[in-house]
Every structure is written in C-alpha cells, then in structure tokens.
C-alpha cells in the first residue's frame, strides 16, 4: 500500500490526491482520503478504483477542505478474505476523548488476529476485515492522554511492519516499526516557518507536488508534526533494521530513494550482478518492461549485449500481479504486454524479469516469443527464487503457488520451457543494494524471508493457523 499525510498546506486534500497518485504503483485496489477543517470538522472520502478517476473531480476535492489531511491506495496483502469491502479501504476513523484521530498503514501485522480475538472479547466492534483496524482499538483502550501516546501503545503491541501515517485536528504523526520493514519519507514544502511538512511512502510522492525531500523516518522512530515543527521519539527498542529487499527490486519505484540509494541504481547493478553470475551468449537484452527495465540495462551494460525494447508494454495496463483473479492475471500478461516480432524473429534472446512468482508471466512471455520466431530465449531474473510467502505487506500466494518452492532451477527451466535460466544470488542481491561483501549471515542487513525463509519477526498469526517454517 501507499500512504500519503500533508499538514500546514492549503487545501491539504489536493496534496494527498497528487502524493497518493504517484504511489498509485503501491495499490490500485481502492484509495481515501481524509481531512479536518475547523468549521467542517473530520471529512472523508474512500472510493474503488485509481486516484485519477475519483479524486480528481472538483465536486468531491470540495468535500475535502482543511489544512491537514492523510491518504491511502490500497492492495489487499495475506491477511485480507475475500474480496475488499469499502468498509476495507484506509484510512480508519476514530473518536478519543481528546478528539477525533485518523491512520493510515502500510505493511501487515503479523498478530493482527490475536489482537482482535481478544480485544473483540472485550468489547470492541470491528467495522472492517482489516489486520490495520487494530490500532484504532488499541488506541481508544489506552489510557494515555494524548494521540500520539495512545498511538505508541497501540503499537507496542504490533508484531510485523508498519510504516504508520496519523493525523489528529492539529497534527500529522508518522512512525515505522522497529525494523523499518516498509518505508516512509519526510518532506517540506513552502517557505521555511509559515512552510508544509508532508509525509509520504516514497519520495517519488514528494517530487509530484515540489516538496524537498528532508530524510526517511528512522525504523522506530515516531515523529509528530503541526505548526511549531518536527518532535521525534523513539517508541520501541532499537534493534537492526531489516530494510524490505523486495521493495528494492520490485515495489517502490526507480525514481525513489530508498536507504539513501536511488532504486534505479540498485535495479541496474542488480542487472550488472546477473550479467557477472550468469553470462550467455546471445544477440539481445530485452526487458519485461516495467519491472525488469533498469536490470536489464545493467546486464547489457556488463555484457556489452545490446539492450532493445523486444517486448512492448501498453500503458494503459496496470500491475499484472495486483489482479486478484488467476484468470485475468492470464490474460493479464497478453493484455499488457506484447512482442516487437520484427526485433526478435532468429534472434538469441536474453529476457530480464524482477522475479519469478508462480511462473504465469515468465510462461507466457516465452509462448509469445518463440511464436515471433526467437532463436534462443534465456531468463534472467533480478531477484533469487521465491520460495516463501511475505506476511509483512507484499502479496504473495501461499507457499505450494510459489513456483520455486515446488521445483529446482532446471525443473523450472524446463517448466517455463526455456533455453536456460538463471536468477541473481543473494548476495549479488545484497551488493547490488549497497551492502559491499553481501549478505552478512549472522544479521541480514535486509529482510528477505521471501528468498530465505529467515522470517525477521515470527508470522505468529499464521503459526497459530498452522504455517509451517
Ligand atoms: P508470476 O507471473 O511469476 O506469478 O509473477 C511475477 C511477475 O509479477 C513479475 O513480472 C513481477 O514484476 C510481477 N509482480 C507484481 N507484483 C508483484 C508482487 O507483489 N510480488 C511479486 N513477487 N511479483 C510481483
Ligand atoms: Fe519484503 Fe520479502 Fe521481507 Fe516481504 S518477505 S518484507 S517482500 S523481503
Ligand atoms: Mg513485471
């Protein structure tokens, strides 16, 4: 998901909408809006569907007045049954003794089940099918006396990721849990003092509306802004930060800086790794664009294969992976993507992917290319086999879905029926995000349990459910 909050702005709900549709890549299920105003109070708007189609229209933004406002753009993770209600859709509202507050959350909290069991045998009334509800609760049975308080105790409680954005009449609140699993960015706008603060997921979200990115929110760090400025804590016990590595070779996007790095660069020298771990000898470098685009440019880089665009992307295609249905994620990969015959007809070809999840891409894209005629194909992928499901934010299928968790390297070679294929070590992984002699085994500088199956927090809601590590 995507989160987006603005303080100390005009028309804060404008900001939100434009923050929240340059992370439109981090959900495109359903997104909200919500914001206070001192004549009009708390105001809200949640709606199906992409930023650009509801929150651009004049007679719904009105709806939205004030100077403070948060956001979210939701994709439904593991916790989620079912299809999203819009009773599902961020952020949540609550009323406090000391006012109303709102929060909006990325990641997944892994003992979100126990939490609302026993808060659910103690009275509360769930309105909503999500792990994210179960901070407003824990908030309203603390007993502290103000928000960002009440906040930190809610969270307290929390096993898993969260990066948090809250706002309250007067102050916009961000905090991310102690590993830093998803991330969270602070920026300003304006003129010094009379100037805006705005939080957001990724920093791609400040450049659309002019803001100067100022820093990350540190992992455990809470920080509560309104007009007189930033105050930061620190909530929970510092341990090492677990950075998501996923978020580096898929998630965000290249135009963000993540942990100081620009994550096109990673993206590249993921490709430059490959091209040093698994050469071939072939005539081509192609992309399966987006995703696999900067890899791709890196392992043509290190080749000195050239690089072409041997698969078209229409752009007015979403995220194949956030369709919810198997059949239209199908369909989905014809729908949206599409072989330049010309370019490839008799030629040895080397495809770049970020990653191999249940192999439905990678299949078809082979059908696709072999019937334009392609001599050879080879895979490359950005990220190690996917063997572990995530439960901190990222939609993964259950483990038998996984592909790589079923068969070999060469079984899945001959599965997706290529010419050979290959995916980048962990520690060229590691390298390629910025940790020079890889991965350190005895602390990972990252989390990367989907390729490890080394789980930085224990699942415990889905141990209680009978996953097995
Ligand atoms: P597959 O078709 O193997 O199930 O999925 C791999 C494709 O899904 C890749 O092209 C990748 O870009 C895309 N993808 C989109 N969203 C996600 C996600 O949340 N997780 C993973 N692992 N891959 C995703
Ligand atoms: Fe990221 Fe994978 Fe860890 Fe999930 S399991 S947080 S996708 S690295
Ligand atoms: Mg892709």
């Known amino acids: 998901c995507g989160i987006f909050g603005a303080v100390n702005v005009q028309d804060a709900a404008n900001f939100v909408a434009l923050g929240l549709h340059a992370l439109q890549h981090r959900g495109q299920e359903a997104g909200g809006i919500i914001t206070y105003d ?5 105001q809200s708007a949640h709606r199906f569907g992409l930023v650009r189609d509801n929150f651009t229209s004049a007679k719904l933004m009105e709806t939205l007045p004030g100077s403070i406002g948060i956001g979210h753009v939701r994709y439904s993770t593991a916790g989620s049954k079912g299809a999203t209600a819009i009773r599902d859709v961020q952020p949540f509202f609550g ?6 507050a709102a929060i909006a959350h990325n990641g997944n909290i892994t003992n979100a089940n126990a939490i609302r069991k026993e808060l659910i045998e103690r009275g509360s009334i769930f309105q909503s099918s999500s792990d994210s509800e179960c901070i407003i609760h824990l908030m309203a049975r603390s007993i502290q006396r103000t928000h960002a308080e009440r906040l930190k105790d809610a969270l307290r409680r929390c096993e898993g990721a969260f990066s948090v954005i809250a706002m309250t009449r007067t102050k916009l609140i961000g905090v991310r849990d102690k590993l830093g699993v998803r991330p969270l960015v602070l920026g300003r706008i304006g003129a010094e003092k009379e100037g805006g603060w705005v939080l957001a997921s990724e920093t791609c979200a400040l450049d659309i509306i002019g803001a100067d990115f100022v820093r990350e929110i540190e ?3 809470m920080v509560v802004i309104d007009k007189k400025g930033v105050v930061s804590s620190r909530p929970f016990e510092r341990v090492s930060p677990r950075f998501c590595i996923f978020e580096q070779v898929y998630f965000s996007r290249p135009d963000s800086i993540l942990g100081g790095r620009s994550v096109y660069e990673t993206r590249r020298q993921i490709g430059v790794e490959l091209a040093r771990e698994a050469p071939v000898e072939a005539d081509l470098v192609c992309p399966v664009p987006d995703s696999g685009t900067p890899a791709a440019i890196g392992y043509s880089q290190e080749s000195g294969i050239p690089f072409a665009m041997g698969i ?5 295609m979403g995220r194949t992976f956030i369709e919810p249905s198997e059949q239209i994620r ?6 949206k993507l599409n072989v330049n015959r010309a370019l490839i007809a008799g030629k040895r070809v080397v495809l770049v992917d970020d990653s191999v999840v249940r192999g439905t891409t990678s299949q078809k894209i082979k059908e696709m290319i072999l019937e334009a005629g392609a001599k050879e194909v080879h895979f490359r992928i950005a990220s190690p086999p996917t063997t572990w499901p995530c439960f901190y934010g990222v939609d ?3 483990r038998s879905k996984l592909l790589a968790a079923r068969m070999t390297e060469d079984e899945m070679r001959d599965f997706i029926g290529v010419d050979s294929l290959k995916f980048v070590s962990l520690d060229g992984l590691y390298r390629a995000a910025g ?8 602390q990972p500088q990252f989390c990367d349990a989907c390729f490890s199956g080394e789980y930085p927090v224990a699942p ?3 141990i209680e459910a009978g996953f097995e590590l």
Do not use: C, H, K, W
């Open 95 to 100: 009323e406090f003794s000391m006012g109303g």
């Open 435 to 442: 940790a020079v002699e890889g991965r350190n085994p005895a």
């Open 219 to 221: 992992p455990g760090e």
């Open 38 to 42: 001192d004549s009009r109070g708390f």
């Open 460 to 462: 415990s809601d889905m």
């Open 396 to 398: 993964t299928p259950e």
């Open 312 to 316: 078209i992307r229409n752009q007015y």
């Open 330 to 335: 199908n369909m989905g990969v014809r729908l």
